[in-house]
């Protein structure tokens, strides 16, 4: 029953990962800005 709860952890993990780098920025209610989140360094 571990390696399930174990498999799970780390689909969940991954998914919000996913979801999390694929997000763009976007202007909410009262002209809230919340930024993308930048995974790779630009040099």
Request: negative net charge; glycine residues 4%; hydrophobic residues 45%.
């Amino acid at each position: 029953m571990n390696q399930l709860f174990a498999a799970a952890a780390e689909a969940a993990e991954e998914a919000i990962l996913n979801s999390l780098s694929q997000a763009a920025t976007t202007t909410g209610r009262l002209g809230r800005v919340v930024n993308h989140l930048n995974f790779y360094k630009e040099e």
